[in-house]
C-alpha cells in the first residue's frame, strides 16, 4: 500500500469514528465474536456483499450508505450487549439475526406494521424509530446534528428535541419520544 492509499485509509477510518462512534473494522470485529459469525455471515445479516463488508472494514470505503444497513448494524449491537448480559440464548440470538435480516429497514414512509408470527398485525414503534434514527444517521454525524439541534433551540425547541433525540440519543430514549407524541 503507497503513501496515498495509507492516507486515504487513515482518513476513512477517521471519518468511521465520527459517524458510528468507532472503525468499522473494530466494530465488526466485536460484532462476530460476541455473536459468533464470521464475516460472511455478518455480511448477510446486514445486507451487504462479502466485498462491501471488507471494503469498510479495511477503510477502503468510510460510510455505509444505505440506511437500512446503519439500522441493521445498531439492532445487531443491542443484540450482542444481550448476549454479553447473558440475556439472550445462542439459539434467540440466532433467531434475532434472521428477524434482523429480515425486518430492519424497510421505507420509513411505509406502513410501519409487519406480520408477527400469530399472524397478526402489530405496530412496531422500535422499528419506526430504528427508520428515523438511520435515516438521520446517514446524513450527518451526531455532533452535527447536536450542534444544528442547539442552533434550533431557541427558535424552535420542538424540532431540536426531535433532532437531539433521534439523531444522536438512545433507541429506548426516542421510543418513549414517539409514544409521548402520538396522542
Known amino acids: ?106 421505507n420509513v414512509l411505509a406502513s410501519s406494521t409487519h406480520v408477527t408470527p400469530s399472524g397478526g398485525q402489530a405496530t412496531t414503534v422500535k422499528r419506526v424509530v430504528r427508520e428515523i434514527q438511520a435515516l438521520l444517521r446517514s446524513v450527518a454525524d451526531a455532533a452535527d446534528i447536536i450542534d444544528a439541534s442547539d442552533s434550533l433551540a431557541e427558535s424552535h425547541p420542538e424540532l431540536a428535541e426531535f433532532l437531539r433525540v433521534y439523531g444522536a440519543g438512545k433507541t429506548a430514549d426516542a421510543v418513549r419520544h414517539y409514544e409521548a407524541h402520538q396522542a
Open 1 to 106: 500500500m503507497d503513501a496515498a492509499q495509507q492516507e486515504a485509509t487513515a482518513r476513512a477510518r477517521e471519518l468511521q469514528s465520527q459517524w458510528y462512534g468507532e472503525p468499522l473494522g473494530t466494530l465488526f470485529r466485536r460484532l462476530i465474536d460476541d455473536l459468533g459469525l464470521n464475516q460472511a455471515r455478518l455480511a448477510t445479516v446486514l445486507g451487504l456483499s462479502a466485498p462491501m463488508l471488507s471494503q469498510l472494514m479495511s477503510g477502503q470505503r468510510a460510510k455505509i450508505g444505505n440506511p437500512a444497513v446503519v439500522q441493521r448494524v445498531q439492532a445487531l449491537q443491542e443484540l450482542a450487549a444481550e448476549v454479553s448480559k447473558g440475556t439472550v440464548t445462542a439459539a434467540e440470538a440466532t433467531q434475532r439475526m434472521d428477524e434482523i435480516r429480515r425486518t430492519a429497514g424497510g
